[in-house]
């Protein structure tokens, strides 16, 4: 996501939130008000579920002991001294782009310059670009990078912690700051380790201190669709002939909102695991027992039946990006 697009979706979700808050009521008076957790960004309607609360998912990443650790996607990933996350990200987009962690200097912080990580992910089965994996999501940013931006560095195939990784180096004349990229894909998402700041010498520095990450084996940037001892990630295995038993789900209210989900199908071909995306709790509840109804064509790696993860979409998807006009002379 373009970093103008996420200043303008934080001011949304902050505006969100004091709508939250100020239908709670002011507990301070109200002892039936909701009170709203601190840290946390409401936002009210269709929200991220799953349909049970022992599979890892992609948000649940945490920051503990200076480390940010997420086991959805096999990722330990150990932070400067003195950096910290403040905040939690919101939830998943309906085109599957998350804010993964949000992290910066910590108070203590007592460098001369400062900065910010943030850490994302997109879903590739529900993005809005053509892009089919790290290496073409980097370079479709780059080919729309909007005219108040510049870029320092083209997209450029790197290794790091024995993984493939791709670079992209912008900026803003006008704001003096400078954005590195670092993406690479795991599970069928492009993870992005975006880091900020005014001085150069401090991201490069960031980033040479990424080498002691820990990533899966199938982390690359044209890999990454899972396998092993992890489910194998096959968009849109829920169609055509793969799909053997189908009951479509009952909704008690009309709703106009897109519903996406990730599924993991087991070795006999039975949904065991529903990832809601973006959806309302009733919503979540006629798609749940629907599916518990479907009955897959079991998909065979080396003769044998392995688990599959797909996506699909309920109701109507999300309209396509339509990029800015190209500006020839950033590239």
Not at 276 to 303: E, M, T, V, Y
Request: proline content about 8%; some cysteine; glycine content about 6%.
């Amino acid at each position: 996501m373009h970093p103008l697009l996420l200043l303008g979706l934080a001011a949304l979700l902050v505006a969100r939130a004091q709508d939250a808050a100020q239908s709670a009521g002011d507990s301070s008076t109200n002892p039936q008000a909701i009170k709203v957790p601190t840290g946390v960004i409401l936002v009210k309607g269709a929200w991220s579920s799953a349909s049970d609360s022992v599979t890892p998912l992609p948000e649940d990443g945490t920051v503990a002991n200076n480390v940010y650790s997420n086991q959805y996607f096999g990722l330990t990933y150990g932070l400067s001294p003195d950096w910290t996350e403040k905040y939690s990200g919101p939830p998943p987009s309906d085109s599957g782009y998350y804010v993964l962690a949000q992290l910066r200097p910590a108070d203590t912080f007592k460098g001369t310059s400062r900065g910010s990580i943030l850490i994302t992910a997109q879903d590739m089965f529900f993005t809005l670009t053509p892009a089919k994996n790290a290496l073409e999501l980097t370079n479709y940013t780059r080919d729309n990078l909007i005219p108040d931006y510049k870029v320092e560095q083209p997209p450029t195939e790197l290794r790091i912690a024995n993984h493939s990784f791709v670079r992209f180096d912008y900026g803003s004349p006008v704001a003096e700051l400078h954005w590195h990229v670092l993406a690479t894909q795991i599970r069928c998402h492009v993870v992005q380790f975006i880091f900020t700041s005014r001085d150069t010498k401090l991201l490069e520095h960031l980033i040479r201190e990424m080498n002691q990450i820990k990533l899966p084996s199938e982390a690359g940037t044209t890999s990454g669709t899972g396998g092993g001892e992890v489910p194998t990630c096959i968009k849109d295995y829920a169609s055509g002939e793969n799909v053997k038993e189908r009951v479509d789900p009952v909704f008690s209210e009309h709703r106009f909102n897109p519903v996406p989900i990730r599924i993991v199908i087991d070795k006999e071909g039975k949904v065991k695991h529903i990832h809601f995306l973006s959806a309302f709790p009733d919503q979540a509840a006629a798609i749940k027992d629907a599916l518990s109804h479907w009955r897959f064509r079991p998909h065979l790696r080396d003769g044998a039946p392995v688990e599959v993860e797909t996506g699909i979409m309920f109701g109507p998807a999300p309209r396509p990006t339509t990029p800015p006009s190209r500006n020839a002379a950033t590239k």
